[in-house]
């Protein structure tokens, strides 16, 4: 790793998944697949076989010895890892559903940790029923929040529709190229998934990771949903100068653009309700100075009155997650009880003393 790579962000929070408008979305193999890790592991167990604990203390050891860590969090209960990768060199993720993971490379590079070693069968068997049930109702809560996602997807097209028109293209354009003409060229474009914002049982949970590690922070204020385009503008852009980025996406509309990281030089872009611009610390790039208000005067009263609809189908649809996760809650109880989980710290100790090795 070059001494001037900014790529990777130590400490803070990220999604490599998200829950969409069109569904489950996974980002896991632009974040671990596709990286070059010299080792991955998957974990393997159902809900509160500890899969989250043990990262984090393998995470806590590896901060111990001085390395960094990127932390991944669950999109529907931002309390759990999905996933910590270690000096771009180790990852370590939870291969279950709704992200199952198998190795290509079993042993040369991927490796499977099963917690279910860990677990009584014979009283996971004798609460066949129970799990089954459960299990199911949680299927049902999920499938209902994403039907009011797929709502708020199709709200935020025709609202897309609406602003689009309205959008000073050329004078955007000239801004971001201006722009870019005080970022250094890279030596080589790459795009590789960040997200900092997702939709799950807690509600809208957004990590503000991008803010802290940029050198350099510019607050992108989303007049009339408007900010995507510039983000997503920016983006084309730096692959022409060959900057490697980090984009973060909105989660439930995943095509836009919400966040990016410039890697060469440290900068960030992040989106913004013009609510928050008050209170900002950092270079703001106001959307207002690239929407004609004339044009977007006479669709002003369809936008707002969707954006209406949009929150009611949000909120309903957290409803929904919250819903699931007592049911998800309930099974890692069930799960819980039915561990070993001596056995299995006994096991992490030898996991952390043998990463120590590698590492």
Sequence with gaps: MRSTDKRYFKGGGLFAASNSS??????????????ELSRIYIIKGGPGTGKSRFMREVAECAEKLGKYVEYYYCSSDPDSLDGIIIEERVAIIDGTSPHSVEPKTAGAREE?????????????????????????????????????????GELSAINRSLILPTLMEE??????????DTIPKGDGFSLTPALCDSVGMKGRVKFDTYEKCADRLYYVIDWYS?????????????????????????????ERVDA????????AFVSVEPSEAEELDGKCVNMKRFVDKEVLEGSKKEYRYNCRLYEALLSSACDAFSEAGEYHFELERIYSACMDFGAKERYTRSFCEMLGRII
């Design 226 to 254: 408007s900010a995507h385009f510039f983000l997503a503008a920016l983006v084309c852009a730096a692959k022409r100068r060959d900057i490697p980025l980090r984009v973060s996406y909105d989660p439930i509309n995943s």
């Design 22 to 35: 069109q569904g489950f979305k996974s980002y896991y193999k632009q974040v671990f697949e596709d990286r």
């Design 171 to 180: 004078k955007m354009f000239a801004y971001i190229g201006r722009l870019l």
């Design 112 to 152: 499977i940790i099963d917690l279910g070693a860990f677990w009584d069968s014979d009283k996971l068997c004798a609460r066949y029923s129970e799990i089954k049930l459960l299990s199911e109702k949680k299927s049902e809560c999920y499938i209902k929040a994403y039907r009011y996602l797929s709502g708020c």
């Design 260 to 267: 990016v990281y410039f890697c060469n030089c440290g900068y």
